[in-house]
């Protein structure tokens, strides 16, 4: 069974740092790219940054670039996002998402995400 575990979110105020892990299993993670996705209330879901299955190239959106750091450690099957600064803009529900590559086609797998609420 896929599984995607999203850990580390809360209630943080302006400007501190939360940690957020994803623990997968299920799959091949080192055949996987990883993502984290975001939604806040009453808007739709927001790419935050990705990871390729070899944590050698990061990608990142505007929003969070300089303040949000994507890494993953393969002997764990876990990949994390280190977040900075936080802004109360950064509120939403945060989703690890995977896309396992097996000859030539791509399986997408989903979290059931963690809160992030930033906010004094």
């Known amino acids: 069974e896929v599984q995607l575990v999203e850990s580390g979110g809360g209630l943080v105020q302006p400007g501190g740092s939360l940690r957020l892990s994803c623990a997968a299993s299920?799959?091949?993670?080192?055949?996987?790219?990883m993502s984290w996705v975001r939604q806040a209330p009453g808007k739709g879901p927001e790419w935050v940054s990705s990871?390729?299955?070899?944590?050698?190239?990061?990608h990142y959106a505007d929003s969070v670039k300089g303040r949000f750091t994507i890494s993953l450690d393969n002997a764990k099957n876990t990949v994390y996002l280190q977040m900075n600064s936080l802004k109360p803009e950064d509120t939403a529900h945060y989703y690890c998402?995977?896309?396992?590559?097996?000859?030539?086609?791509?399986?997408?797998?989903w979290g059931q995400g963690t809160q992030v609420t930033v906010s004094s």
């Open positions: 990871i390729d299955n070899r944590g050698r190239s990061t």
């Open positions: 998402a995977a896309d396992e590559t097996i000859g030539g086609r791509t399986y997408n797998y």
């Open positions: 299920g799959f091949t993670f080192g055949s996987s790219d």
